[in-house]
């Protein structure tokens, strides 16, 4: 589980495991992500959201290494205090390192929140975000810095962008520090 | 022997011809299919909708319903009216839709849609509001594709953008003495349009080349797929990157100058369509 501040999500990865065969992929692995939101049934935006972080893990997963087999990775939102979709985006590669799964390279999610007068707020909280004039949340991979997945909220002009992408860049070094920190930890208790 | 490489390692044949820097059915790598917009009762043929609009790229076709009620605003948002848009694949349009309940292709576009409209604030949902607290309208957008042939997002914004400069709403008043609402039918008013979000995608392949307005074929052999909807000041108003091989910066700026240049294209074949059809 991956708790910045007060936005804490669960991540529960299963597989590689036997698919069912109307699912099975003939040469690679099939990834499903299920998000299941706090409170009330998963909706729309759940499901975009699943779409989301199943085509960013597919992208580093070395799917081939497991054909014909179903991987399946399970978020639950324990709660919500801003930046969710970033939230989500690292316990899911977390649940990814821990598993053992073959990864071509890690993943982690950065907000940036545009303030109405102009400056870039990493990490916002809930009451930030809605202040803030746009959202962008991106993932960015850990071998190149480059861009893993990208998503808006509100809009933005084209400079404004390019400045949270390269601060978000810059921040994803902090995240890869922790992910490191907490292997580490997990590692040398036994 | 070139339909069965087709069939057999369609990937392999696609990079042939992408060395040439050209595609299958003859394009550049930067150039759309020929895009056409009939809009409003007599061309596109939906007679019981406010207002309807039929786009064709290529051959994806996707046709926009947009109906309007009446119903009372939220507590929480008394003078705001709605938009719901709603994306349907039907199993007619490509085999690998199934008949049922939506699938996540469907629910990701729909969400999508919901977002342009937000983020682009193409609508202000306050012109919605009739009697604040009371009655407001509901626009119910329904967008279904008939024909799959890739590049479902860019043909649903244009028919939806299409649409709803097409509906024209009739005049409600609410009687001050009996408090129901009266609707005028024979005094209609078009939709105020502040925006007009316009979406451009790309397929990207072996992660470094870009191609604009993917085919169904060229979608399932592409590593990801990056959407860009910028409106006419050039202000991005969503970038829609979901997974997918990485990226750089000046990647993602390349395909946003690119939707630039396509959303002056798009509005220019809008005006003239709208034009063509306003009774004079």
């Known amino acids: ?190 | 022997l070139s339909i069965y490489s087709r069939t057999v390692e369609p990937l392999e044949y696609y990079r042939r011809f992408l060395k040439e820097n050209c595609r299958p059915d003859g394009r550049e790598l930067g150039e759309f299919r020929t895009t056409t917009v009939n809009i409003g009762k007599c061309l596109c043929s939906i007679t019981t909708a406010d207002g309807s609009a039929l786009v064709k790229l290529g051959n994806t076709t996707v046709i926009c319903g947009v109906k309007a009620e009446l119903a009372a605003p939220a507590v929480d948002a008394a003078n705001k009216g709605y938009i719901v848009p709603n994306v349907e694949l039907p199993s007619l349009c490509a085999e690998r839709f199934r008949s049922g309940p939506p699938g996540e292709e469907a629910q990701a576009a729909s969400q999508f849609i919901a977002d342009v409209i937000e983020n682009s604030q193409m609508m202000v949902k306050e012109d919605l509001c009739i009697a604040n607290g009371k009655l407001a309208w509901v626009l119910y957008c329904d967008i279904i594709c008939l024909d799959y042939d890739g590049n479902l997002l860019d043909a649903s914004v244009f028919a939806l953008l299409a649409a709803l400069k097409n509906v024209q709403l009739p005049l409600v008043t609410i009687n001050e003495e009996t408090g129901l609402s009266e609707v005028n039918l024979k005094q209609k008013n078009p939709l105020i349009i502040r925006k007009h979000p316009v979406a451009t995608s790309f397929a990207v392949f072996d992660d470094t080349l870009l191609i604009v307005d993917p085919t169904a074929e060229e979608e399932d052999l592409a590593t990801g797929t990056v959407t860009i909807v910028t409106d006419e000041e050039g202000r991005l108003c969503s970038v829609h990157k979901p997974g997918g091989s990485p990226l750089t910066g000046a990647k993602l700026q390349d395909c946003i100058t690119r939707a630039i240049t396509r959303h002056k294209e798009v509005k220019k074949l809008i005006d003239k369509v709208i034009k063509s059809i306003t009774p004079k």
């Open chain 1, 1 to 190: 589980s991956v708790c910045p501040g007060d936005t804490s999500v669960l991540a529960g990865l299963y597989g590689p495991a036997e698919a069912k065969i109307s699912k099975e992929l003939p040469d690679r692995a099939a990834l499903e992500v299920l998000l299941r939101p706090k409170v009330g049934l998963p909706g729309v935006l759940e499901r975009s959201r699943e779409q989301l972080l199943r085509q960013t893990c597919e992208a580093v997963l070395l799917g081939v290494l497991h054909p014909r087999t179903a991987i399946s990775l399970v978020l639950q939102v324990l709660s919500d205090a801003g930046s969710l979709l970033s939230c989500c985006l690292n316990a899911a590669c977390m649940a990814l390192l821990d598993a053992g799964l073959p990864l071509a390279a890690l993943f982690c999610g950065v907000t940036c929140a545009l303030q109405p007068d102009g400056t870039i707020l990493l990490d916002p909280t809930a009451r930030q975000e809605q202040e803030a004039r746009a959202i962008l949340t991106f993932a960015i991979a850990s071998s190149d810095r480059k861009v893993l997945m990208a998503t808006t909220k509100g809009s933005c002009s084209v400079e404004e962008m390019q400045q949270c992408l390269a601060a978000a860049q810059r921040a994803a070094s902090t995240v890869f520090q922790f992910y490191r920190d907490s292997v580490r930890r997990r590692y040398s208790k036994c």
